[in-house]
């Protein structure tokens, strides 16, 4: 039923294959996926990467894990899920077009953040920074803890579609952002110029100033995807 795949954007390739299967009707007489272990076989992978797999799939809504009794197919009602394919997103056309989806989201999750937001949740941004700051001065990419910092914005907004939607799009924006920041990381100006974009948004957040926070977020993107072409990338 399945293709053996290389090495290569392995979970994507999974994640895609799955997606087809279920989309031709062909796990309908259970309703549910195989076992990992029999995927990994079929698949000619660990199980690892059917894990990884999975979870992308339930991102998207296409299927569902029930405790001990597998992993179930949504039953959609004709109601088509949002796809994005993974390899393609950091392709450089389309990293500048994440990047205007990043844009046009996370201005308004800042916008609603300023207007919205707690001294808890501040406080809770104000550490995401720091740890971003940390990890950047060790040497790391800093990957894992820039998407962590936008989600605790979101977070702020008390809004649970923004959340449910950022954590579809983590996924992708972590691949993006392994781009952006790797290429930000080049030049001494370009590390400077994002912690003081950064530190722009939260300030406008604890001033509780919804329309400098939008534009703060705004400038941050678009000055992303100036970098990406500074650099030669887009």
């Known amino acids: 039923m399945f293709e053996k795949i290389p ?3 392995l979970s994507d390739t999974v994640a895609q294959q799955l997606h087809e299967q279920i989309e031709k009707g062909s796990f309908a007489s259970t309703g549910k996926l195989p076992s990992e272990t029999v995927l990994a076989q079929e698949f000619g992978v660990s199980r690892t990467v059917i894990r990884e797999a999975v979870s992308r799939l339930k991102n998207e809504g296409m299927v569902e894990p029930r405790q001990g009794s597998g992993v179930f197919i949504v039953e ?8 994005i394919d993974y390899a393609q997103a950091v392709e ?7 990047l205007a989806l990043r844009r046009a989201i996370e201005a308004e999750v800042a916008s609603e953040a300023a207007s919205r937001r707690t001294d808890t949740q501040m ?14 001065s060790e040497g790391r990419d800093g990957v894992a803890e820039d998407v962590a910092f936008h989600r605790e914005i979101a977070n702020a907004t008390g809004n649970p579609y923004f959340l449910k939607t950022l954590t579809f799009l983590n996924q992708y924006l972590e691949a993006g ?5 790797g290429n930000e990381a080049l030049r001494e100006d370009f590390m400077r110029q994002v912690r003081e974009e950064h530190a722009a948004i939260v300030e406008a957040i ?15 993107l678009i000055n992303a995807a100036r970098r990406l072409s500074e650099a030669g990338i887009c």
């Open 76 to 83: 959609r009602a004709g109601i088509r899920p949002l796809r």
């Open 177 to 181: 952002t392994l781009v952006t920041r």
């Open 206 to 220: 604890r001033a509780r100033d919804p329309h400098a926070a939008r534009a703060a977020a705004q400038t941050h």
């Open 92 to 98: 450089p056309g389309d990293l500048l077009h994440i």
């Open 7 to 9: 090495p290569r954007a």
């Open 123 to 136: 406080a809770a941004i104000d550490t995401a920074l720091a740890l971003l700051a940390q990890a950047v």
